[in-house]
């Protein structure tokens, strides 16, 4: 398997975007206990997948946000700093040892390393089951554990060609 070119110097990696533009938005609005922490959050956008990065406050002690190569976590780590809500900002490698290197940005308290799923949660300040009826959220989630339901968006016509995901 070969290994992609890096990008060239000066290429801008990352883009930060308004909050609502996350694909995790309605993920995150319907879960997040501190609602007020999302008009201070930013959808960090890397290629063309913007995701949420909310920051700390309220029961929220700290966040995280999956980069990949370092260059990428590097290059959000950049972007996030001097942002309020983004305090101690780090680049931490995770992962089995036998895999290749997945790179995350974290900032706030370090998360619990031996945390069951419910003391995560409390750290993240979020909870699995939202605490509001789906009807108060802005299409996000009809029940606990439902999936997602797609936000009214409207899409430019791509000027590219697609690339299917090796997801």
């Known amino acids: ?6 990008p060239e110097r000066g290429a801008q990696l990352v883009t930060l975007l308004p909050p609502e533009d996350a694909y995790d938005y309605e993920f995150f609005a319907a879960r997040l206990h501190d609602q007020h922490l999302l008009h201070s959050s930013v959808a960090v956008r890397v290629f063309r997948a913007p995701l949420l990065a909310v920051p700390v406050g309220g029961l929220r002690r700290g966040g995280t946000i999956g980069a990949g190569p370092c ?4 290059a959000i780590r950049e972007a996030l700093l001097g942002r ?3 305090p101690n900002l780090r680049v931490g490698l ?3 040892r036998d895999q290749p290197p997945y790179w995350v940005v974290e900032w ?3 998360p619990p390393s ?3 799923d419910d003391e995560r949660a409390h750290f993240y300040g979020v909870c ?3 605490a509001r009826p789906a009807a108060q959220l802005t299409a996000a989630v009809s029940r606990c554990g439902s999936q997602l339901l797609a936000r009214p968006t409207q899409y ?3 000027t590219g060609r697609r690339r299917r995901s090796l997801r």
């Open 114 to 116: 031996r945390a069951t």
């Open 128 to 130: 699995d089951c939202p």
């Open 71 to 74: 260059a990428l976590a590097l």
């Open 156 to 158: 430019e016509p791509s």
């Open 94 to 96: 995770t992962g089995p």
């Open 1 to 6: 398997m070969k290994t992609p070119p890096a």
């Open 108 to 110: 706030g308290e370090r």
């Open 84 to 86: 309020d809500g983004f």
